[in-house]
């Protein structure tokens, strides 16, 4: 490994794929947009993922590679930003290590959210050099959103386009391929991986969990906001690709033209599909995640869920959580949601709750109608379905429970412990400049951020996350339900919070949780 002087040194260093020249700022080796699949462009839009060639001579690693089209959103300035242009060449990873040596130091690799259409690696927020410090070394990578990565053309052309909607997952697994094979030159143990990531990115992680393809490309998993109840089945998805192709004004005698049409022309039909959905106007009933993976096809047979059920994840320690308000984030902006009525509030319980709505109105009995929408909603999309992952998965391996607490004080309070509010804490970047009205600044912040990312660090060395911050953390069963809280305070666990309302989403549908 090769380095030059100067306060931000240059370093280079030979991997299996070929030469880096990277960066090594304080106590951190950084190294941005390493390729790990060949460009999904021309002949391989619409494809399984590709390994990418090796290279000769010295490539760049001091810049982030581009990410996957998509359409900005006000939620990439409370993350931070994102950085790099936009391009469907958008299949890359970024590297943050304490050293480049052969320490074997556990790997924890990021699965970026973002609802499968918008979010990067990249994004300001998950700057990996403070969870890198504590030893470990960061991966986040790049992967297909939206049409390029999560829609079913194969059934909705008769086979004549290949895309099956689930080539955003094969490109995460494509990528922790790349990781076991290369990540041993940055100093990182291939047989101590963890991957991590939050909303679609947990959703993501559960995905991956329920793939016996995917064992011993990882060993231990987090799920922050994100379940296993995840999937459109292959009806729904040809639904959202004819959608989509309305919108893009594709007929049967276009399809084959379809590789070849320019990207900002598939991007704009997306950007009218998801507004129709966001205006109330889903007249098709595409949901309020239209693009998920697609469920029933080669790569992912059944819904997560049932995968883990089924011991897809032998042997892997589970950490999985939410916020305690997570739906705020979808709602605080919105004034009509905010002066709720009564009537409205039962109409959309009786909804998804049928002939126990009114069990389930009694139980979300506190607060203002928004609030206890908003409290339903939390549970229903977020907090039953981690239970459900931790109770499946715990008859295979440790598991853990903790809910996020702390309130944002941006708009007044108003969004509470909302939606992506933890992201910040867990990498230690709450206090940036972009960011700190979001997530909150302070000793407070300061001291609660230490103790998620040391617990998430000890974990992903040890397969456990209590730390001297934490106390006693026990493992999560479904008689005594411990949940590690991580809020305003020390962290400390509480047994069975909200008993009543979990045990009343017993006797709910199972195909109603999720989003």
């Not at 290369?182 to 329920?210: C, H």
Request: with cysteine.
């Amino acid at each position: 490994m090769d380095r030059s002087a100067g306060d931000l040194e240059t370093v280079s260093l030979d991997t299996p794929n070929g030469r880096l020249a990277g960066e090594r700022s304080g106590d951190v080796f950084v190294f941005k947009g390493i390729p790990y699949a060949k460009p999904p462009v021309g002949p391989l839009r619409w494809r399984m993922p590709e390994p990418v060639e090796p290279w000769t001579g010295v490539r760049e690693a001091t810049r982030f590679g581009p990410i996957c089209p998509q359409a900005p959103t006000q939620i990439e300035i409370l993350m931070g930003g994102t950085l790099g242009e936009q391009s469907e060449d958008c299949l890359n990873l970024n590297v943050w290590t304490p050293g480049c040596d052969a320490s074997k130091r556990p790997v924890m690799v990021w699965i970026h959210g973002g609802a499968f259409v918008i979010g990067a690696g990249s994004q300001g927020i998950y700057n990996g050099s403070h969870l890198a410090a504590r030893d470990c070394v960061i991966v986040t990578i790049n992967y297909r959103l939206g049409a390029f990565g999560f829609l079913n053309l194969f059934d909705t052309t008769n086979g004549q386009l290949p895309a099956t909607g689930t080539e955003g997952i094969a490109d995460q697994i494509l990528a922790l391929h790349w990781i076991k094979q290369n990540i041993a030159a940055f100093g990182g143990d291939p047989e101590n991986v963890t991957i991590f990531g939050e909303s679609a990115g947990a959703m993501s992680v559960a995905t991956l969990m329920s793939l016996p393809i995917c064992g011993g490309l990882f060993h231990k998993a987090i799920a922050q906001s994100g379940g296993a109840h995840v999937g459109h089945d292959r009806e729904r998805s040809v639904c959202v690709a004819r959608a989509f192709l309305d919108e893009l004004g594709a007929g049967p005698d276009d399809i084959a033209q379809l590789s070849e049409v320019p990207c900002g022309e598939l991007v704009r039909a997306q950007i009218a599909l998801l507004a129709g959905v966001r205006d109330g106007k889903d007249s098709r009933k595409l949901g309020q995640l239209v693009f998920q993976p697609t469920i029933g096809g080669n790569l992912i047979p059944q819904r997560p869920i049932a995968g883990m059920r089924a011991g897809s994840a032998q042997n892997v320690p589970l950490i999985a959580g939410t916020t305690k308000e997570e739906w705020k984030l979808f709602t605080a902006a919105n004034a009509r949601l905010r002066l709720m009525s009564r009537r409205s509030l039962e109409e959309r319980a009786q909804r998804f709750a049928g002939d126990a709505a009114s069990s389930m109105l009694a139980a979300y009995s506190e607060g203002t109608t928004f609030d206890r929408f908003n409290a339903m909603m939390t549970d229903r999309a977020f907090t039953i379905p981690a239970i459900r992952m931790l109770e499946s998965q715990s008859a295979f391996a440790p598991v853990y429970s903790y809910r996020f607490d702390w309130c944002s004080r941006l708009l007044g309070g108003i969004l509470g412990s909302c939606h992506a509010l933890e992201l910040g804490f867990v990498f230690g970047t709450h206090a940036a400049k972009l960011a700190a009205a979001f997530f909150g600044n302070g000793a407070a912040a300061e001291a609660l951020s230490h103790a998620m990312m040391d617990s998430w660090v000890h974990f992903a060395r040890t397969g456990n996350p209590e730390t001297h911050a934490t106390g006693a953390w026990p493992q999560y069963d479904a008689q005594e339900r411990p949940v590690m809280i991580f809020g305003d305070g020390e962290p400390h666990i509480v047994e069975r919070p909200n008993e009543q309302r979990r045990a009343l989403w017993d006797c709910i549908p199972e195909h109603k949780l999720g989003l």
